[in-house]
């Protein structure tokens, strides 16, 4: 045989089952995996020995086979290569006819082989093939030696390799082929090499953008923060080695401070709008506009920009933050702010803002498509962000005075523990002095620090709580920050705006990660993952197999539909596409979403589940429904309930899960300290870090809650992403928890009600039969119309209560009694806090039954009944304007009455006034309905 142009001996890497040649469409084996050393075959032409070697042989005669040059050599002209590898104990040759290289092979490149065997045993190989190839790459030459360039520090290109290759000169930028070969140049390994330089790319399509809101400060004691965002909207990555800044004025230098300035950053910015926020810190000591440059340092280049901050007199005397913001955030959030234009549109106006609003975005009037996602979804955060902000100022209170109370400051908001939108702990509000009509008049900033009933108390600055404290002013303060004590003010409330930049942030980083965006929100196979996350099989019995083993269910009552759905999630088949539990309420959503979790937990031993609710009482429920199944140790569980900072000051987290839950802080934390999280007098841990939460295998809040996590690079972190009542929340919302998800593995579960189930037969009827025996039996709606009654406040109270309307409630549960229909399948909701406190006083002294759920709207978001009692307090219309202003009750209330309604599983019984309800054409439809149906009861 003719040895000519080349000998290749060829290295087993592992078998190519992906690319087996197999014309018949036969099942290919495995032939053997064995390692063996080769004898020396050819000393005169310097072969070497053979490492390893794996064929993979049909039924037929297609055979395929991976494999390493390591040996190359070139002998004549001629068309033919010989192929020398080990085949069992003996050498063997094997001649393949290349009259057509693509690419000049080299040791070590890795290629795919293919060819026959005939009867003999002979095998003539009919190709050659890279393994791998990246056929149109581009990439910069960020180094040059005398044997072999490199771009972007990661791909090869050996010099004796490529034909009259061109004069390269560092930072040049190619369009090239590269296949995948393992190739050591100096002390550094490379998995690709560049084996056609297509062309030089002369003017790249676009290069590095600074970006930032206006720099606009004023004059106070504050250090402020802000940040230059650097943008890479090159198709290549980039190196940032430094940043620094420079005053265009010398005397201005001490004005700003760059983080991280002067020291090696080291950062690679990827293709296409990689990112790297420059943070500075504002020391406003002057007043004026000052200029500067940032110098940013690449690798292969620098980049200078010219940025200015202006610093006018501060007429906002800042106030003493909540919970001040930490120093260094893994993540920080965008602002976001509403576009200017969509603030000078008049709403009161609908049809004209109608028009305007798709004159602005006509995409709004389109049905919903991969183009216009995003713009929709970003619109409709924008208007709910202006929306809530004319409900805020509802609250503006044009004459108010301030009580001191403590370290804080004390103001009369009548009725604001009721009414809606709530204030919370954090949000903001400016006084202003209402006596001066100039622009300059000072404004003070203050936060909310507690709700109580009838009011809030809030922290100012220091020097402004000075002054109400005494009748000596600070000498220090400005003329116009001295002289409040006891004064009127104008006073307006803002809210805080973290869950809007939040929605946004989500959307973003949803569209960033690799297998997720548009293709998970459209759902297309081709991010679907092939293999199986577990073997896991329902037998025709009902059980539970994992590999044909048998494994216990934690639920015994799970019907075979419940089962089924549990089944399909641990096989985990085309995820990270999104599984759904959809059923009518009553069907037992949630117990399978808490199995699904403890099978998850117990077969995957690597999973990091997450499970996000749109309420604090879902997340409650599904809290306990754990516990519940005695499957964790609860001194020391694997799982962490997140809450708010809000709901631990409010005292709304039931006792019994206090010792389970806790806070989080978004603070830096490397791991590299042994932080230990401290619990409060609830026994609730405090200011849990990234390293706490990495911790716990399962994490349980709020979808809003869950968007603190977003700011810890926690991306990738969680396997599954568990959402319960996803029907319940806005898409923003239910996107926050999956840009914490896994982008190729990781598995999805959206569980919710598709509509309101109106009939539940066997549950009613248990009850009708000796409820009101006249009424239709089969209609799962029912309104008891209550003429007498008064609404009636305490003294201490600014809520209302309804005592006529409690006793026929308590009439209606001495039925339930005797029809033996236990109270914890009841539930009791009512719009007003007064109401339920009465009714839990009045049904423990007549009815002496503590399992009954009674609870305001809020407090039954997320959950279910089998009876749902609706108790709505009003008789006369005096406080309806106020109630529609503030949406306290159920009346021009929509989603109160919404969540209210949509509670029961079987059955929903309505006590209130018909003549009140009416003038709300919601109920008025509903009250309708129940006539309509013969389930309209009137009590006499």
């Not at 002067?262 to 004026?288: D, E, H, Q």
Request: hydrophobic share 35%; with cysteine; proline share 4%.
């Amino acid at each position: 045989m003719i040895r000519t142009l080349a000998s290749y001996v060829i290295n087993k890497i592992r078998p190519n089952n992906d690319d087996l040649i197999n014309s018949n469409d036969s099942k290919l084996q495995n032939n053997g995996n064995q390692q063996e050393t080769a004898s020396n075959y050819d000393q005169n032409k310097k072969t070497e020995c053979i490492d390893q070697i794996s064929s993979l042989k049909s039924d037929t005669e297609n055979i395929s086979f991976n494999g390493k040059i390591s040996y190359a050599e070139s002998v004549d002209s001629s068309f033919n290569t010989l192929f020398v590898v080990q085949k069992t104990n003996d050498d063997a040759e094997f001649t393949l006819h290349l009259p057509h290289m693509k690419w000049n092979a080299i040791e070590n490149d890795k290629v795919t082989l293919t060819g026959i065997q005939n009867a003999s045993g002979k095998i003539e190989f009919k190709s050659m093939e890279p393994k791998k190839k990246k056929d149109f790459e581009y990439g910069r030459v960020t180094a040059i030696e005398i044997n072999y360039a490199v771009f972007d520090e990661k791909t090869v290109l050996i010099f004796k390799a490529i034909k009259n290759f061109p004069d390269l000169k560092m930072f040049d930028e190619y369009k090239y082929e590269a296949i995948e070969s393992d190739q050591k140049c100096g002390t550094i390994y490379y998995d690709y090499r560049v084996v056609n330089l297509i062309e030089k790319v002369e003017s790249p399509e676009k290069g590095i953008e600074f970006s930032h809101n206006q720099f606009k400060i004023y004059t106070d004691d504050k250090v402020h923060s802000k940040y230059i965002t650097i943008v890479n909207k090159s198709n290549r990555a980039v190196n940032l080695m430094s940043v620094k800044a420079l005053a265009k004025d010398e005397n201005h230098a001490d004005l700003i401070e760059i983080e991280k300035e002067g020291s090696v950053i080291n950062y690679n910015l990827n293709p296409k709008n990689g990112k790297f926020k420059v943070f500075i810190k504002i020391f406003p000591k002057k007043i004026g506009k000052f200029y500067f440059d940032l110098i940013a340092d690449f690798k292969e280049c620098q980049e200078i920009y010219t940025f200015d901050i202006e610093i006018t007199k501060s007429y906002i005397l800042p106030g003493q933050k909540y919970k001040k913001s930490p120093r260094f955030i893994d993540v920080r959030i965008d602002e976001y702010p509403v576009p200017k234009e969509l603030r000078e549109i008049d709403y009161n106006k609908i049809q004209e803002a109608k028009d305007e609003l798709l004159k602005l975005y006509p995409e709004l009037e389109e049905e919903l498509t991969t183009d216009n996602y995003l713009t929709k979804m970003k619109v409709g955060i924008y208007l709910e962000e202006i929306a809530l902000e004319k409900a805020f100022a509802n609250y503006r209170i044009e004459r108010g005075v301030f009580e001191t109370l403590n370290d804080c400051l004390k103001l009369i908001v009548k009725d604001v523990a009721e009414k809606r939108p709530s204030i919370t702990i954090g949000d903001k509000i400016i006084a202003t002095d209402p006596f001066r009509g100039d622009e300059e008049r000072p404004k003070y900033e203050g936060f909310v620090y507690k709700v109580q009933c009838d009011s809030i108390l809030v922290k100012f600055h220091d020097n402004f709580h000075q002054s109400y404290n005494s009748t000596k002013i600070p000498n220090e303060l400005p003329e116009f920050h001295r002289n409040h004590h006891e004064k009127e003010y104008t006073i307006d409330f803002f809210f805080s705006r973290s869950t809007f930049k939040r929605y946004h942030h989500a959307l973003m980083k949803i569209f960033e990660r690799r297998n997720l965006g548009i293709n998970f929100l459209f759902p297309s196979k081709e991010i679907a993952y092939k293999e199986l996350q577990l073997n896991a099989t329902l037998s025709e019995t009902g059980y539970l197999l994992i590999d044909n083993q048998s494994k216990e269910w934690f639920n015994t009552e799970l019907n075979k539909y419940q089962k089924s759905a549990v089944v399909n999630v641990l096989r985990g088949e085309n995820r990270p596409l999104p599984y759904i539990f959809c059923g009518c309420p009553g069907s037992g959503k949630t117990r399978t979403v808490v199995e699904t979790i403890l099978q998850i937990y117990t077969s995957l031993k690597t999973s990091k589940i997450i499970i996000a609710t749109p309420s604090n009482s879902a997340a409650n429920l599904i809290t306990e429904m754990l516990l519940q199944s005695r499957l964790f140790d609860r001194n020391n569980p694997p799982f962490l309930r997140i809450v708010s900072n809000n709901q631990v000051e409010k005292g709304l987290i039931p006792d019994n899960l206090n010792k389970f839950c806790g806070t989080i802080s978004i603070a830096t934390d490397d791991g590299s300290k042994n932080i230990t999280p401290t619990r409060n007098k609830q026994g609730i841990l405090q200011n849990c870090t990234k390293s706490i939460i990495k911790e716990y295998r399962i994490i349980i809040g709020t979808l809003n809650c869950c968007g603190t996590l977003m700011q810890m690079e926690l991306n990738g972190h969680f396997t599954h992403v568990i959402i319960d009542e996803a029907g319940q929340s806005i898409e923003p919302e239910t996107i926050i928890p999956l840009t914490l998800m896994h982008s190729k593995k990781g598995q999805c579960v959206l569980a919710g009600d598709p509509t309101l189930k109106e009939k539940n037969y066997n549950a009613i009827q248990k009850t009708q039969n000796i409820l009101w025996p006249y009424t239709n039996r089969k209609c799962g709606i029912h309104f008891v119309n209550v003429e007498n009654g008064k609404n009636k406040r305490v003294i201490d109270s600014c809520s209302w209560y309804n005592d006529y309307e409690i006793k026929k409630i308590i009439s209606f549960l001495s039925k339930c009694t005797t029809a033996n229909i236990p109270f914890k399948d009841i539930g009791i909701v009512t719009p007003y806090a007064l109401q339920v406190k009465k009714l839990i006083e009045q049904i423990n002294l007549e009815l002496n039954d503590t399992d009954l759920k009674i609870g305001t709207v809020e407090e039954f978001q997320g959950q279910e009944k089998m009876i749902i009692i609706v108790s709505t307090v009003r008789t006369n219309q005096t406080h309806m304007s106020t109630d529609a202003k503030f949406g306290l009750g159920f009346i021009q209330c929509s989603k109160r009455m919404n969540v209210c309604i949509s509670r029961a599983r079987a059955l929903l019984v309505i006590f209130g006034k018909e003549t009140i309800l009416q003038i709300d054409p919601s109920w008025k439809q509903l009250i309708d309905y129940t006539k309509q149906n013969n389930s309209y009861v009137v009590e006499k």
